[in-house]
């Protein structure tokens, strides 16, 4: 039925079916197939003052369209959830590339064909490149550590390069860890890439920008008579677990809850923090057409930000005479400062904390928890909304 910034005097959480936590992909793509399908009335609560979770897009002082929590481009492989997201957005052709700046020098990540005659000269860049053709075949993708167990002097000439001056300073910074410490399903999204293709989502079908904002995808997505949002509203507030049960404003509630947040903050960190990496992000509006020739170049051998982003090269907005660049430094999150938790940290005794919370609620047949903070996932944005699509045809099963 509406957004608006705060609760009504008198707010009844009984007066809805459904109680939704954050206006993110997760809980947006909830509320909207609850009230499509079910008939539902749904409250969702969110403690931010806009909708759009972290994919949130809005235009500067200078007029140039930002994302306020760092670059956003859409890419999937998953017909269901274009499907799905289509409804509500129509698309750019935009398709994602990334430089990565090495020694001054800006080549290709995924790193590829070109990277490698850039890095290692014409003639030995293409002898080294039909090399890895001849081993993994042409259009493969290589994660970086499984290049490096290869037993081959030239295999391994290619993969001590890519791992010095792509991985290694970069995953420092991103991770405060070298990429061998970290999960490599992480270093994994980024793989060499055998082959010509310098997008940076080769595999993704379908990929581009939405047309107008992401924050107009989600305006079209909660625009519904049975939704309300209520904008600047921590639900801890009035939500709790208590004895196996959910409690609302002091008495148990029937009706289904999406929680979309950290698990721990729902406990009040009891078992003990999860960890997360936060990131500072600072734009700067310059005085100039164009920064940089693509949407984002990594800095993967200096600097103590990782990447720089120019969103007008992302979003094809034209302003002229202007432009807004955003760096990202990364650090460790500290619970309870008001920081974002950005990066859940994928490591076993974090996942068993996540797991340690979520046996607390796991019995709790309406509480229902989804999304890249309440699943402890390194999700994107079709990931989540796959998540939101099964967990919504499950409760959709049960009406
Ligand atoms: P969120 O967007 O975090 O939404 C959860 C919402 O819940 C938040 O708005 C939060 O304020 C609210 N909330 C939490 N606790 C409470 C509470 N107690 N009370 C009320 N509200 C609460 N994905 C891609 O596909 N492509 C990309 O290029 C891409 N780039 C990214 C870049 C960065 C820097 C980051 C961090 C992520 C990127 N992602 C990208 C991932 C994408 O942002 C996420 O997958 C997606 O936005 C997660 O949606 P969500 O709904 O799970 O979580
Ligand atoms: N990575 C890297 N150098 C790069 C790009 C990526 O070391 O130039 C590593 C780094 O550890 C990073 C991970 O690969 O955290 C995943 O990169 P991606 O671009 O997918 O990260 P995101 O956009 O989610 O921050």
Request: hydrophobic content about 35%.
């Amino acid at each position: 039925m509406g957004i608006q910034q705060g609760l009504p005097e008198g707010f009844n959480p009984g007066g809805y079916d459904a109680i939704v936590v954050g206006a993110g992909y997760a809980g947006a793509t909830c509320a909207r197939r609850l009230a499509d399908a079910c008939g539902l009335r749904i409250a969702i609560v969110e403690r931010r003052p806009h909708i759009a979770g972290n994919a949130y897009d809005h235009l500067d002082e200078a007029g140039v369209l930002i994302h306020e929590y760092g670059p956003h481009i859409y890419h999937t492989t998953n017909d269901r959830v274009h499907q799905f997201l289509s409804r509500f957005t129509e698309w750019t052709d935009y398709q994602h590339k990334v430089l990565a700046n090495i020694h001054g020098e800006l080549m290709p990540v995924p790193f590829n064909h070109a990277s490698l005659k850039l890095a290692f000269g014409e003639e030995r860049g293409e002898h080294l490149y039909q090399k890895l053709v001849a081993t993994f075949g042409e259009n493969k993708k290589v994660p970086i550590m499984e290049l490096r167990e290869k037993n081959d002097p030239e295999l391994s000439e290619v993969a001590d390069y890519v791992y010095e001056n792509v991985f290694l300073y970069y995953t420092m910074k991103q991770w405060g860890k070298t990429p061998d410490q970290i999960d490599p399903s992480i270093t994994g999204r980024v793989p060499v890439f055998v082959g010509d293709d310098d997008r940076y989502f080769p595999a993704a079908p379908h990929q581009g920008m939405p047309a107008e904002s992401y924050t107009a995808l989600f305006k079209r997505m909660l625009d519904h008579d049975l939704i309300d949002v209520f904008l600047g509203v921590d639900v801890r507030d009035f939500l709790s677990i208590e004895d196996g049960r959910v409690v609302m404003c002091g008495r148990p509630y029937g009706g289904d809850v999406i929680y979309t947040g950290p698990l721990d903050e729902l406990f009040g960190l009891d078992l003990g923090a999860l960890p997360y990496r936060t990131l500072d992000m600072v734009f700067e509006t310059l005085d100039v057409d164009q920064f940089q020739p693509v949407g984002t170049v990594n800095y993967t051998t200096s600097e103590d930000f990782t990447r720089i982003t120019e969103f007008k090269n992302m979003t094809g907005q034209v302003v002229p005479g202007k432009t807004t660049i955003m760096r990202e430094y990364s650090r460790a999150y500290e619970p309870g400062s008001g920081q974002t938790p950005y990066y859940a940290i994928l490591e076993d005794q974090n996942l068993e904390l996540y797991r340690s919370y979520r046996a607390r609620v796991e019995g709790i047949v309406n509480f229902h928890c989804v999304g890249r903070l309440a699943e402890y996932r390194y999700y994107d944005m079709d990931g989540v909304v796959a998540s939101a699509l099964e967990l919504s045809d499950a409760i959709i099963s049960q009406h």
